[in-house]
Nanobody
Framework: QVQLVESGGGLVQAGGSLRLSCAAS????????ISWFRQAPGKEREFVAA????????YYADSVKGRFTISRDNAKNTVYLQMNSLKPEDTAVYYC?????????????????????WGQGTQVTVSS
């Protein structure tokens, strides 16, 4: 089992920044990738960014490239999402998720069903 707990959400003005954290506990994560997804009201949950636990390869949705950065701290078992130049359309509940790295590399990072573990989410609201 892997437990994931997100934190760091809040209210920020457009153009501002926030850093989300995803603290992982439980089994070893060496075979996993951790991703961030987001879900706005009335919309599907969408992929934002992913990082492999070993190796640290990163992947981003086109909508956040150049503005968001995903990183990890192995010693703290934590994945971060640094969000800069925030826009009102970034408003959503942000979730972190863990899935098998090999499966995700084969199927694609955006396939939600491949992720085995999910956090409870943290709200990000960007005001215009």
């Amino acid at each position: 089992q892997v437990q994931l707990v997100e934190s760091g959400g809040g209210l920020v003005q457009a153009g501002g920044s926030l850093r989300l954290s995803c603290a992982a506990s439980g089994r070893t994560l060496s075979n996993y990738a951790i991703s961030w997804f987001r879900q706005a009201p009335g919309k599907e949950r969408e992929f934002v960014a992913a990082i492999t636990w070993s190796g640290g390869s990163t992947y981003y949705a086109d909508s956040v490239k150049g503005r968001f950065t995903i990183s990890r701290d192995n010693a703290k078992n934590t994945v971060y999402l640094q969000m800069n130049s925030l826009k009102p359309e970034d408003t959503a509940v942000y979730y972190c998720a863990a899935g098998n790295k090999i499966l995700l590399q084969a199927t694609g990072w955006e396939y939600k069903n491949v992720y085995k573990y999910w956090g409870q989410g943290t709200q990000v609201t960007v005001s215009s």
